[in-house]
């Protein structure tokens, strides 16, 4: 296995208190929290697919395997269903039968699992320091003071309604259930924006800045009616206190580090080389991309777009190289590549290898439970209370 890097160190650190109890007991004296016997990192691939089919044989219908969209092919094949995150958080409480959820993702993916689920499914992430950058960038700490500092500064009319992206922390999503506010993915971002300015005058969004200005200027909100908070310089915010007197859309500085690779130029060099393009990217991109681009949309909205376009089309994809490959090679019939001609995986995403999935299945074969990933019960109230929320919208 590869040496731990210090951002690595990092997601560990951050990662571990969310561990179920048992599982954190398991990394109690030094060990690190994805470190799995020697043998599983020197089986070759063969040996690691005989053993991960044997043990999803063995479990039955008592296991559910969630696959991202951003994970490599090597897990993919052995994903019972596939999806964004949501999609999957919602498919899997919709299996009781399944005792064990292992989710193929990264770690707020699987507390959204763990909070929809039934008491008695057991969530597993396979490599727990599997993070998400961008999650990161907001902590409940930052969140927090953001909004008593926003709310003294405001004062009475600020009418601040907390909206966090899917992509977050349990903790985060708790904060927005307990203050009136909601979840959003990124497909159903305006219609939360829409459900959100119905009960106030502003909208906190975080973690990701990109996001909520695209879904922002599609709702209609000029971008001097917008400002950020960097949470870690918050003074910046402050001192234009006009602007942030009138801003209705105060936008986290977070963003997904795949999706800042993508840039005009690269829809520039696509169009110049295939005139024919259509070019269609994520809203984590930013805004001069997305404005850029003839579409742009959520992982689900791109897969569907492609799927449904005739044979022949050519596509330009803004968005994980994983994924792009994917809708490549189960459509031969069209010509579809990724904008940035450098490999853009989601390295979080890629900490989820199949020694990784081997060695829980095979424990889990054995009576053992490695990985699990629990939601304190008060976190795990409040957080569904604002996924419930989002639900709610029609």
């Not at 731990?4 to 208190?17: D, F, G, K, M, V």
């Not at 259930?177 to 979840?183: A, D, K, L």
């Not at 936008?251 to 997904?256: F, Q, S, V």
Request: aromatic share 8%; charged share 25%.
């Amino acid at each position: 296995m590869a040496l731990q890097t210090a951002c690595e160190a990092s997601q560990e650190s951050r990662i571990l208190p969310l561990l179920h109890p048992a599982t954190r007991d398991q990394y109690a004296h030094g060990g690190r929290a994805d470190h799995i016997p020697r043998r599983y990192a020197e089986m070759d691939g063969a040996e690691l697919d005989r053993r991960i089919s044997q043990a999803k044989a063995a479990l039955g219908r008592r296991l559910l395997i969630l696959g991202h969209h951003y994970q490599r092919d090597e897990i993919i094949k052995y994903a019972d269903l596939r999806g964004d995150s949501f999609k999957l958080a919602q498919q899997a409480a919709a299996r009781p039968e399944a005792d064990y959820i292992v989710f193929c993702g990264v770690h707020f993916m699987a507390e959204s699992a763990d909070i929809l689920s039934a008491p008695h499914q057991q969530v597993i992430l396979p490599n727990p320091t599997a993070g998400c950058s961008m999650a990161d960038m907001a902590s409940i700490a930052e969140v927090e003071e953001c909004w008593e500092t926003l709310n003294e500064v405001l004062g009475e009319e600020a009418g601040l309604v907390p909206v966090t992206y899917i992509n977050s922390a349990a903790s985060l999503k708790a904060f927005c259930g307990e203050h009136g506010g909601i979840v959003c993915t990124s497909s159903n971002a305006f219609k939360v924006m829409e459900w959100a300015f119905s009960r106030g005058r502003r909208l906190l969004f975080f973690p990701d800045e990109h996001l909520g200005r695209n879904t922002g200027h599609a709702y209609g909100i000029p971008e001097e009616e917008m400002i950020v908070w960097n949470p870690k310089n918050p003074q910046e915010a402050l001192d234009d206190e006009a602007r942030l007197q009138r801003a209705r859309l105060i936008l986290w500085k977070g963003y997904c580090s795949t999706h800042m690779r993508f840039s005009v130029q690269q829809i520039a060099k696509a169009r110049a080389e295939h005139p024919d393009i259509t070019v269609i990217v994520h809203p984590e991109c930013r805004r001069e991309v997305v404005e850029a681009a003839d579409l742009y949309g959520s992982t689900e909205y791109i897969i569907q777009q492609i799927e449904q376009a005739p044979a022949g089309s050519k596509w330009a994809v803004g968005t994980e190289i994983n994924l792009v490959h994917r809708l490549a090679q189960e459509h031969p019939d069209k010509l579809i590549f990724c904008l940035d001609p450098i490999v853009c995986p989601c390295s979080t995403m890629y900490r989820i290898h199949p020694a990784y999935l081997a060695w829980v299945l095979e424990a889990l074969v054995e009576g053992q439970v490695i990985n699990q990933v629990k939601v304190a019960p008060e976190v795990a109230h409040w957080a569904r209370v604002a996924l419930d929320r989002m639900l709610a919208l029609k």
